[in-house]
Structures are given as C-alpha cells and as structure tokens.
C-alpha cells in the first residue's frame, strides 16, 4: 500500500510574524520557513507505518514555489521514499490545493493519504476534507491514533470533550492531531541519503486545474495590543474591581 503524504512549507512556528505596513499579508523577507508540524506528524505516522511493514512507499507531495523542495528533502530525511512537487509561484487555496492533490490521488493510487488538519499559517483546516468530498473517500480527522487492519483503517478522533472511533475503508484521507505521535529528528545520515532520493518537479498548471483563487484577502492585522495589569492589595479590593470594573462578578 502507497501512503501520500501532502506537507506544506510554513513560516517556522518559533517565528515571531510581522504584518506587512499595507496589511496584505505577513512579511516573509528572512524569515525562517520550515515542515508545517502537523504535516510533520503525518510524515512521521506514514513511516512507522512502512517501518511496521503495512506501507511499501511513502510519498511526499507539496504545491508551492521551487523553495519547497527543502521542505520536501527534510520529509525524505524523515524517511518519505520519493517527493513531488507541483510547483507555482501563485499563492494557492484549500481548495486549489484539494483539487491538485485530487489529481495526483488518481495517479498514484495511494491506499492512505495522511495530510496534516491544519496549516499554521493560514489556520484552515480544510484541504483533508475537501479532498476526501473530492475523491469519495472516507475521512478520519483530527486523528490521535491510526490502526490500519487488512482494507480498513479505525481512526481515533479528538472531538469537543472526548474521543471517537471511526472505521473507515480503504483507500481513506486521515488528517493528524498533535498528540497522534512525536515525530523523530532527521539524523545527518539520513540527511544525506535524502539529498538522493528522487524529487519529482511538475507544473502544477499541467494539471488540468484552474489555480485561480477563489477567496481575496482583504488585510491582515496584529491582535490588539492587551492593556498592563495592575496590582491591587488585598482580595477586597481584587472582588471589588471584579465586580464594579470588569463586571465579571
Ligand atoms: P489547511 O487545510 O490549509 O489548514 O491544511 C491542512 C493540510 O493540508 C496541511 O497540513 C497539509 O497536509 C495539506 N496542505 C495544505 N496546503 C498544502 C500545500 N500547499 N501543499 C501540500 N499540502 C498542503
């Protein structure tokens, strides 16, 4: 079974974003890119699934600029076999992005697509279920545990205040929560071995879907600024502006 895997290139999470001075979108001169981290448990999910003998490949895929062939080497380092890239300098949406991987689905076949549930950037949290609406797959969301038996997968899903449980058949889309697995460090071996292993470049126009967007971003602004606190001397007077200022008692 083929496992694909689509990884997305993000700013660094230890990055601290500017917001550009026309508020159409963050700055990303110098910044530090990296794997989005959910995408980096996807990865990590795949492989011990190969290493567990239930996958024969796994499968990196990402839609962005040439760039994101770094990103691509770094999920061969942790132990992807071979990458795609569909390269466009356009900034696509979920749903471009749902429709690319659509494509590739339908080429590589692959028995599981594991994706991340959420880009850190733009916080969506909708291209594993566009695709799955896409494919006619089953979904598996918000994934804290994955057990892949014969041609079914059972997913366990973190939901508003408890777990569930889905069986699902295979070919299925699952998408990964943080507490799914611990992803390991690349080692400089494999660091190496990456830089071998085949990293396919196509134009993501080639593939018959229209990249234009269909969402306009109006502005991007900082969160307000919070107010200092004060300190007050005694629990009296904590209560008292509880409840005569803040009115929240
Ligand atoms: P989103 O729905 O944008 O929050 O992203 C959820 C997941 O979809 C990510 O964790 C990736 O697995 C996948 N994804 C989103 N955008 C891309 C992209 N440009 N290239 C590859 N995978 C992507």
Known sequence: ???????????????????????????????????????????????????????????????GPATAQEQLRTALALGADRAV?????????????AKLLAQLVRQEQPGLVILGKQAIDSDNNQTAQMLAALTGMGQGTFASKVVVTGNTVAVTREIDGGLQTVSLKLPAIVSTDLRLNEPRYASLPNIMKAKKKPLEVIAADSLGVSLASNVKVLKVTTPSSRQAGIKVDSVDALVEKLKQEAKVI
């Not at 230890?14 to 979108?25: E, F, I, L, P």
């Open 85 to 97: 890239l569909l390269e466009t300098e356009l900034s696509v949406d979920s749903l471009q992005v």
């Open 1 to 63: 079974m083929k496992i694909l895997v689509p990884v997305k290139r993000v700013v660094d999470y230890n990055v601290k974003v500017r917001v550009k001075a026309d508020q159409t979108g963050v700055d990303l001169a110098n910044v530090k890119m990296a794997l989005n981290p959910f995408c980096e448990i996807a990865v990590e999910e795949a492989v011990r699934l190969k290493e567990a003998g239930i996958a024969t490949e796994v499968i990196v895929v990402s839609i």
